[in-house]
């Protein structure tokens, strides 16, 4: 037979580990978060081409608040690209007036995955004025 106090060490065990994970567990990040941190990489590893602006639009994220899009073009090793990125968080940035259909742009973009891409971050500024 087992003892009682087996269990009991057993089960206060179980218990303090159930406990630990549930706060030592990293929190999900929101999704301002990601694109943070997919700017802060795209800065550190990325590579600059040539591209094109396309398009600003403005999407009603929510009832209240308004997404701006930066919609631009560019090649890679002969592959032709389009993409967006939400400017919603970096408008003081950039002057979204000056930005319409033909604006020169450099833009950053992943070597490993080149849909990866940035206009604007933080720290880096592609659009030309």
Known sequence: MIPFRLYAFAAGSLAAVFAGYFIFRQKPKTAKE???????RLDQVGRITD?????????KATEENFATFLIFQYDVAGVSYEASQDVTYLRQRINLH???????TSVRYD???PGNSIVVSERWMG???
């Open 34 to 40: 990601l694109e943070t941190m997919r700017r802060e």
């Open 111 to 113: 070597p490993h995955n």
């Open 51 to 59: 591209g094109t602006v396309i398009d600003v639009q403005e999407q």
């Open 98 to 104: 000056s930005c319409r259909l033909g604006v020169p």
């Open 127 to 129: 659009l030309r004025q």
